[in-house]
């Protein structure tokens, strides 16, 4: 075969292909919807977080999302990041009892959590997540990373409950959002206006409270992103600097030779 006519084929088989592609998201209508977009203090080349709303994230976490979802991957010293000082850390560590041991005689005991501890987990093991809630609640720790948009699509998921549409039966224990993929969600609306109270800060709405949840849940997957972009644009700022010398010397060398 010519190598033209070899090329058009190929051309038109990629077409098909994207064309294909693109067919897919029409045909499966119970998809889920693209979440909202929000705006991030964390994002763009010199994105920071927003430490309060971290602060208030972390009060949402502790008092909604931690009756069901572990955070073990993140230490309570880590909150030192935030803008608390050691006191701060070891008070709030110790609300929680973590199991330590075994003693000296051989037994295990429980003790108040400290700053080296990760969070104390709401369940034993994962069986124990499931049996209480159908599905077991997963891990948030890394969740920011592990979702595409993720950020956004945190967000959507928390404020995005809706009635089920008439045509659409649910099973027992799921619930309709519209940004879970297939809609029908193990997990039940958690965040109502005023369903936290701030002590000082922006009014308490769902939508506040799933921004700053998803603002400290971020912080959480990625604690050392101020610092990846810092060294980001220094190096930018390098290789800038470095090219104008380049170019300097270049004309200084070749000036004679033009
Ligand atoms: C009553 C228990 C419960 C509470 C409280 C709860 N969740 Fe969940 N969550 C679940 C369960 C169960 C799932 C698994 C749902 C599924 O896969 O159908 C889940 C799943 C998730 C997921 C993953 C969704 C996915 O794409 O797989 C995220 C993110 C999440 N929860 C965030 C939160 C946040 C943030 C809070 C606090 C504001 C919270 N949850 C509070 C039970 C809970």
Redesign the pocket.
């Known amino acids: 075969m010519a190598v033209a006519t070899r090329m058009i084929l190929r051309a038109a088989a990629l077409a098909g292909l994207m064309f294909a592609a693109a067919a897919v998201p029409a045909l499966a209508a119970t998809e889920a919807m693209e979440p909202p977009e929000q705006h991030w203090s964390f994002e763009g080349i010199f994105g920071r977080f927003d430490k309060a709303a971290a602060q208030r994230g972390l009060q ?2 502790t008092e ?2 931690a ?3 572990s955070l073990k991957y993140v230490h309570y010293r880590d909150l030192r990041a935030l803008g608390y000082n050691e006191e701060q850390v070891a008070a709030y560590a110790a609300q929680f009892e973590v199991e330590d041991g075994p003693d000296g005689n051989g037994e295990m005991y429980t003790r108040p959590a400290e700053g080296r501890d990760p969070f104390v987990s709401p369940y034993p093991n994962d069986k124990a997540a499931a049996a209480a ?3 077991a ?2 891990d ?1 720790s890394l ?1 920011y990373k592990a ?1 595409e948009n993720g950020a956004n699509y ?1 967000y959507g ?2 404020v995005g409950y809706v009635d089920a549409p008439e045509e659409v039966e649910m099973t027992p224990g799921t619930y309709y959002n519209l940004y ?1 993929p297939g809609h029908a ?4 609306q ?2 109502f206006d005023g369903g936290v109270e701030y002590e000082h800060g922006p009014e308490a709405t769902k939508e506040q409270l799933a921004h700053d ?1 998803v603002t400290f ?1 971020a912080w959480a997957a990625e604690p050392k992103l101020e610092h990846r972009k810092a060294t980001g644009v220094a190096a930018i700022l390098f290789l800038l600097v470095l090219t104008g010398l380049l170019y300097a010397t270049k004309r200084k060398v070749w000036a004679d030779a033009h």
Do not use: D, E, Q, W
């Not at 969600?185 to 039940?188: D, E, N, R, S, T």
């Open positions: 949402v976490y909604v999302c009756a069901c979802h809630n159908g599905v609640p997963p948030l969740m979702r945190m998921l928390l879970f969600i193990a997990m039940p958690t965040l949840v849940l």
